[in-house]
């Protein structure tokens, strides 16, 4: 690395988190992975967790190497391995908060038992899965999560098997927390990370994600911005939603949000219980009893919220900096620059919107209109204007790609 | 008493039960990994292993060690190399197929150089086999289970005693080497009840983990230069270490190259079989002059001895050579001794394994009579005193 590309990289806001002498990454152009990172890395951030305190261990694949990008101790373990590497670490170590970040054919597939074993016994440790229907790493096969009728390359005729929904899979186990989102919905799945990363249990965050080479284009499902669109559009939030019922069939809706969050015993919890009750209070494990380890925990706690206040308190103040200089601009930047760029935009902006509130379709506007409280309906209607012209891109981009297959 | 190229120390006084005790191999199993310091054991039930797992799970509460039944074997060797990287000392047992079910990650501790004891009691196969009849067949899966190249060392007791002493010795070769290193023990020494003696703490040499402390950026998972004795590290520590099954770099991270992938293998084939003068162990009787050598291990040796007492009232001048260390192999002990022998008789309780190491290093220069019996149980000396008598002729 040249002493440039390397300044250049720690530069990056997520040189803190990320190993920045290990990009590029391997994801390819489109994949969700590269985001759900940065939400990661991000959630990390605020939660206020010592970095030090943090281990990151995942299986095989291309979620698999999660691990390797991470600025934290990690495991890249063998396939499916993850979470009893996880479970190991953990409970060598209680300390550590230990996350397993994997793909859906490595935790669910060949390490569904150890999925469930682990909610059953409500381990320490969130499960971040990155639900993108395909085994990617090996070219596209079916997953045990690929939709019924969805193509893959061991499914070339269309997925006759029905899959996992996997929400119901954890909940059904006993995962005491249990979340969906896609990997579009970033500001969710960093406020849902947090929280799992601040809650003791079995915490599982299933995000659907989109494989561009492989299952949106053996699917003809257009590009990454396609399925971005698709999830802007098809994303339904359903906060405590029944979990038999968040089934994820072939181009439907996705019922994301919240649906578990509950507290049970984890299973140091309730092995310290049991052994407090057979050796009497003096039952220490790795030579320290319970109320030395809780003191502990309850002084690391007291250390994750303090910075975890100065990390909000660090971003008030980024934000009144940025607030002073977008001020000042005007000022000090040549007058007559600044403006003509923003005139250029608003009038390229201005002839996308005719455009597009003469395309788009009337139901949508009218829909908005007449729901939508008297002040929000200017909001809502340009809004849909907005959608209606990205809208009319992806079609102009859908035309030029080979016609797609209608499966209904 | 076998001497280790680094610092010991006494053992933790809390996981030695001192004393004589009247147990079964299984039990000593458990409580000399209590006594070398082994704090983690995550395990799946199978016979004959099991009572080493009851035993430690017995005993963990008091000796403040976490005891974790999984799934299956998958996770339980997988929970162990977690263990390993959150810093305890790890053990498992198992017998032939849960070992195979190992193997998978016995791989990926040999590549990633975790420290961690695995013992096979092993029973009669293939598949279910005979779960309650003893047996020495897994003797080449301990080597070469694991797929691609990679070096084990392998202990085989004799008895209860031997159970305790060895697997000390496991812990503290596998420590120093950074390796896994296997138990192969059988069910009938597993289950076979002696007078073991538990030392005072004082009097077991532990090798302790070698956690790097240096600054930050010259940390090293790894060292590829053939040689033991390299610090690890522990999560939380603050050194951000990766460790993958991948080809990596002495960072931990992937390197996916022809070249990268020699040097480590090297590194992995000769920290073993480069240092096996160091790791070898055997108890050789009545060697000096003998004509006959009967090579055997386990429990197999305890039966030769009276084979062995036999010929020698019939005039044989026949010695025993009983192999402590089964990997590496004893390789230039074997070659040093055939030209000066008549004959090997290798008697194991398989259909012929060890006995293929013993050809391979006599090199034609002497007889090798391979007295193989297949699993269910121990031989009947007469048999070992036949191939004597056809050896020393």
Known sequence: ?408 | MRKYKTKTVAADPRGVDSGPHFMDGDHAIAEGALAAGCRFFAGYPITPSTETFERFAERAPEVGAMFIQMEDELSAIAANIGAVWGGQKVMTVTCGPGFSLMVENIGLAAMTETPMVITNVQRAGPSTGAPTLTAQQDMMQAKWGPHGDNAMIALSPDSPQECFDLTIEAFNLSEYYRVPVIILADETVGHMHEKVVIPPADQIQVVPRNNYSGPKEDFRPYKFDGKGGHPMTRAGDGYHFHITGLTHNERGYPVVTAEQNKIVVTHLMEKINGNADDIVRLEENDIDGADVVVVSYGITSRIAVKAIQDARKEGIKVGSLRMITIWPFCENRIRELAPKIKCFVVPEINYGQMVLEVERCAGGKCKVISVNHCGGAVHDPEVILDAIRKGSK
Request: charged share 25%; hydrophobic share 40%; aromatic share 6%.
């Open chain 1, 1 to 408: 690395m040249s002493m440039d590309t390397a300044k250049f990289k720690n530069a990056s806001p997520m040189a803190g988190t990320l190993r920045m002498d290990r990009m590029a990454h391997i994801w390819c152009p489109g994949c969700g992975i590269g985001s759900e990172v940065n939400a990661f890395a991000e959630a990390v951030k605020r939660s206020g967790i010592d970095p030090d305190k943090l281990a990151v261990v995942s299986g095989i694949g291309c979620t698999g190497r999660v691990a390797g990008y991470v600025d934290f101790d990690s495991i890249h373990t063998t396939h499916g391995r993850a979470i009893p590497v996880a479970t190991g670490l953990k409970l060598a170590n209680p300390n550590m908060k230990v996350v397993v970040f994997s793909g859906e054919g490595d935790i669910t597939g060949i390490g569904g038992n150890h999925f469930i074993h682990a909610a059953r016994r409500n381990m320490d440790i969130v499960v971040i899965c990155n639900n993108n229907f395909t085994y990617g790493m090996t070219g596209g096969q079916v997953t045990p999560t690929t939709p019924h009728l969805a193509v893959s390359s061991t499914t070339p005729f269309g997925n006759h098997e029905y899959p996992f929904n996997l929400p119901f899979l954890a909940d059904a186990a006993g995962a005491t927390y249990i979340a969906r989102w896609t990997s579009m919905h970033s500001r969710n799945l960093i406020q849902s990370i947090e929280e799992a990363l601040s809650r003791k249990g079995f915490s599982f965050i299933e995000i659907v994600s989109p494989c561009t080479t492989l299952y949106l284009r053996r699917n003809r499902l257009g590009d990454g911005v396609d399925a971005l669109q698709f999830y802007q559009e098809n994303a339904v939030l359903k906060h405590g939603a029944d979990t038999r019922e968040v089934d994820i069939d072939f181009q439907g809706k996705i019922i994301i949000g919240k649906f578990v969050d509950k507290n049970k015993p984890t299973y140091s919890e309730a092995l310290d219980e049991r052994c407090v009750k057979v050796v009497g209070d003096d039952y220490e494990l790795y030579g320290k009893t319970v109320p030395e380890r809780e003191a502990e925990e309850k002084a690391e706690k007291e250390r994750v919220a303090a910075r975890r206040a100065a990390v909000q308190a660090e971003e008030e103040k980024a934000k009144r900096v940025v607030t002073k200089v977008s001020a000042k601009i005007p000022v000090k930047s040549s007058a007559k620059k600044a403006p003509a760029k923003v005139a250029k935009v608003t009038k390229a902006s201005a002839k996308t919107a005719k455009k597009a509130a003469a395309k788009a379709p009337a139901k949508t506007v009218k829909k908005a209109v007449a729901k939508a409280p008297a002040k929000a309906v200017a909001k809502k209607a340009a809004s849909a204007k907005k959608t209606a012209a990205k809208k009319i891109v992806t079609k102009k981009a859908a035309a030029k790609a080979p016609a797609k297959k209608t499966r209904k």
